[in-house]
């Protein structure tokens, strides 16, 4: 069992940054890719960002590709969403999730690929 606890979340105006964080609770964290998701309000979770378990790897939704930045440290067992020029409709709650350890598979892009999920995050952009 891995437990992920997002933080870094607010209000914001647009244009400005937010670096979302997820600290896991074990030490295998190094094994997992890691994703992040969002869900706007009314919206089904979509994808925004994974990067593979050693952290060579990135993957992005177009929409978000030269803003949101993935990144990983495996000795903290933390992984990051660096947010940059955040817009209005980057409004939603933010969510951490961690696949399987090693996955041979990449990019892992669908929900049902991950296997623990943190509580979610707020963010809000304000126009």
């Known amino acids: 069992q891995v437990q992920l606890v997002e933080s870094g979340g607010g209000l914001v105006q647009a244009g400005g940054s937010l670096r979302l964080s997820c600290a896991a609770s074990?030490?295998?964290?190094?094994?997992?890719?890691m994703g992040w998701f969002r869900q706007a309000p009314g919206k089904e979770r979509e994808f925004v960002a994974a990067?593979?378990?050693?952290?060579?790897?990135?993957y992005y939704i177009d929409s978000v590709k030269g803003q949101f930045t993935i990144s990983r440290d495996n000795a903290k067992n933390t992984a990051y969403l660096q947010m940059n020029s955040l817009k209005p409709e980057d409004t939603a709650v933010y969510y951490c999730?961690?696949?399987?350890?090693?996955?041979?598979?990449?990019?892992?892009?669908?929900?049902?690929?991950?296997?623990?999920w943190g509580q979610g995050t707020q963010v809000t952009v304000s126009s």
């Open positions: 074990r030490r295998t964290f190094s094994s997992y890719t």
């Open positions: 999730a961690a696949g399987p350890p090693y996955s041979s598979t990449w990019p892992l892009s669908r929900s049902h690929q991950y296997n623990y």
């Open positions: 990067i593979n378990w050693n952290g060579v790897s990135t």
